[in-house]
């Protein structure tokens, strides 16, 4: 019997996406699939848009959406690249 807490299988990427900050000026964000299904980064284009639209990464509130948008990249297996325009700490990287 294998216990599922101590066996976990890797599961290979489903894509690779690239958000980038735009600047002050809206759109601020902008989301790429570098590669993988396009139904599936679309999708997650969709809800990474609806978490970040109308913030900027100064904004207390964008930290915790990136955070959640990282969990969401995560369960859909995609490699995720932030591009702030600004080297980031890497405790902050998200």
């Keep these: 019997m294998v216990d599922d807490a101590t066996h976990t299988e ?20 902008e989301v790429r699939g570098v590669f993988g299904d ?3 980064i679309d ?19 964008c930290g915790r ?8 990249a995560e369960r859909e297996h995609l490699i995720l690249d932030w591009d702030l325009g600004y080297e980031e700490e890497s405790a902050a990287a998200g």
Excluded: C, K, S
Excluded at 43 to 61: G, M, S
Excluded at 65 to 72: F, I, P, T, W
């Design 38 to 40: 396009r139904a599936v």
């Design 43 to 61: 999708a997650f284009r969709e809800r990474a848009l609806a978490r970040l639209q109308f913030l900027t990464p100064n904004d207390p509130q």
């Design 10 to 29: 890797e599961v290979p990427p489903q894509g690779h996406v690239r958000i980038i900050y735009l600047g002050p000026v809206a759109p601020h964000w």
């Design 65 to 72: 959406n990136r955070m959640r948008v990282a969990r969401d």
